[in-house]
């Protein structure tokens, strides 16, 4: 049976399926191609990530095709449910990238509570001639350790930046339309481990108490993060959004950052990405990243094994 990775897939990965004798191919095939070559070559399992889609036309014009994988959580670009309907498979990794997202949104938090982002532009320009008008501009960081993390959506991704923050020193709060409580179990190197049970509180609630906020919320119709939400917010809060382009709206961040409610934010997701707007990519006061979080060697390796388990334990 011939597997098409569209959009890449581990060498962890390839190797799981290939001892289990699928063929696997990494040919990228342009979205226009794709239905006459998974037909051509008679394929039996596509994965993609984030840049192939999966729409009805592609289910119906492949009948052998039996089992989509995305390489990641979020299933926005696949027909799930019309596919499942048709008899197909659809399977994803929702725990592989989660420490990987984690760790990232708190790349920028540490940061911007710094001035990193900044510091990092300007030392190569002025630092040989502006060392002191620099280190006074970017003297009033701050410490993450005894402030409140206000997590957004609290599934996988937002526990496991939890668990981050929590190791930091942080306080917790957090809020999922679903979830009236979770258990956290921070592992540690000595074998130790610290539980920490967290239920969750009102979105209202978790504005108007957090230091930083982080979204880790599902794509969706209206913004998770509009005016209204930015205006309960404490001021000069810091923001993280590398959930997805779409759950906070552009233009009230910007007016936010200008009147200060927002003191600096993350962004490793866009609403018009892969051209986000010029003036987030100008703005000073924010920390960008090109929709990375889940791109770690060891988060990539984790995808590929759990795919492959996945495909063998469907297919034998």
């Given at each position: 049976m011939k597997v098409l990775a569209n959009d890449g897939i581990s060498q962890s990965g390839i190797d799981a399926l290939e001892k289990a004798g699928y063929e696997v191919i990494t040919?990228?095939?342009?979205?226009?191609?794709?239905?006459?070559?998974?037909?051509?070559?008679?394929?039996?399992?596509?994965?993609?990530?984030?840049?192939?889609?999966?729409?009805?036309?592609?289910?119906?014009?492949?009948?052998?095709?039996?089992?989509?994988?995305?390489?990641?959580?979020?299933?926005?670009?696949?027909?799930v449910e019309y596919a499942r309907e048709k008899g197909l498979s659809v399977i994803n990794t929702p725990a592989a990238s989660s420490h990987s997202v984690a760790e990232l949104v708190f790349g920028h938090f540490f940061g911007l509570a710094r001035f990193l982002h900044n510091s990092n532009r300007d030392m190569p320009l002025e630092g040989d001639q502006n060392f002191k008008g620099l280190k006074k501009a970017y003297a009033k960081g701050t410490e993450l350790k005894g402030k409140t993390l206000g997590v957004l959506g609290f599934g996988r991704i937002g526990q496991a930046t939890a668990k981050v923050a929590l190791g930091a020193g942080m306080k917790v709060v957090a809020f999922d339309p679903f979830l009236d409580k979770a258990n956290l179990e921070l592992d540690f190197f000595d074998g130790q481990k610290v539980s920490f049970e967290i239920e969750?509180?009102?979105?209202?609630?978790?504005?108007?108490?957090?230091?930083?906020?982080?979204?880790?919320?599902?794509?969706?119709?209206?913004?998770?993060?509009?005016?209204?939400?930015?205006?309960?917010?404490?001021?000069?809060?810091?923001?993280?959004?590398?959930?997805?382009g779409g759950v906070v709206n552009e233009v009230a961040l910007v007016k936010a950052l200008e009147s200060g409610k927002v003191s600096r934010a993350a962004l490793d997701v866009?609403?018009?990405?892969?051209?986000?707007?010029?003036?987030?990519?100008?703005?000073?006061?924010?920390?960008?990243?090109?929709?990375?979080?889940?791109?770690?060697?060891?988060?990539?390796?984790?995808?590929?094994?759990?795919?492959?388990?996945?495909?063998?334990?469907?297919?034998?």
């Open positions: 040919t990228t095939v342009a979205q226009e191609q794709l239905i006459n070559y998974i037909n051509e070559k008679d394929i039996a399992v596509l994965l993609v990530r984030s840049a192939t889609t999966v729409r009805k036309d592609l289910i119906d014009a492949c009948p052998g095709l039996k089992i989509i994988g995305r390489g990641g959580v979020g299933m926005d670009n696949i027909d969750t509180i009102s979105k209202e609630e978790v504005l108007k108490q957090a230091d930083f906020i982080s979204l880790h919320v599902p794509a969706q119709d209206d913004y998770v993060i509009d005016e209204a939400e930015f205006n309960i917010m404490k001021d000069g809060v810091i923001i993280a959004n590398a959930a997805r866009f609403e018009k990405e892969p051209k986000p707007e010029i003036q987030l990519l100008m703005n000073p006061a924010l920390s960008l990243t090109p929709h990375t979080g889940a791109a770690t060697n060891e988060a990539q390796d984790r995808i590929g094994t759990e795919l492959a388990e996945q495909i063998i334990s469907i297919l034998g």
